[in-house]
Nanobody, 125 residues
Framework: QIQLVESGGGTVQTGTSLTLSCRGR??????TGWFRQAPGKEREFVAA????????PYAEAVKGRFIISKDNAEPMVYLQMNSLKPEDTAVYYC????????????????????WGQGTQVTVSS
């Protein structure tokens, strides 16, 4: 069982930056992904990082603006969000795969077993 706790959400203005954090479980080999869900829309993939940090896929909508990173010693995964836009407004969820079970992809929500409670990000224009 992996309990994930997100933090760092808030309300910011267009063009500014915000960093989300996701605390997981140490000494476990799992990939971590960030997804988001806006009101009235389906949950969508944002970014992910493999357990060894080698694979870091991004959604096209955030590529070049968001950066995902991890600190295994903590263990923490971060999502640095730059040049924020109103369309980035959503609840952001952190998710983890089953340890020791490499996922087929890192971009599908079906690859992930554990989910955090979500943190709200609101970008005002």
């Amino acid at each position: 069982q992996i309990q994930l706790v997100e933090s760092g959400g808030g309300t910011v203005q267009t063009g500014t930056s915000l960093t989300l954090s996701c605390r997981g479980r140490s000494n476990s080999r799992y990939a971590t992904g960030w997804f988001r869900q806006a009101p009235g829309k389906e949950r969508e993939f944002v970014a992910a990082i493999s357990w060894n940090g080698v694979r870091k896929p991004y959604a096209e909508a955030v590529k070049g603006r968001f950066i995902i990173s991890k600190d295994n010693a903590e263990p923490m995964v971060y999502l640095q969000m730059n040049s924020l836009k109103p369309e980035d407004t959503a609840v952001y969820y952190c998710a983890a795969t089953t340890p020791g079970s490499p996922p087929a992809t890192l971009t599908s929500p079906y690859d992930y077993t554990y989910w955090g409670q979500g943190t709200q990000v609101t970008v005002s224009s």
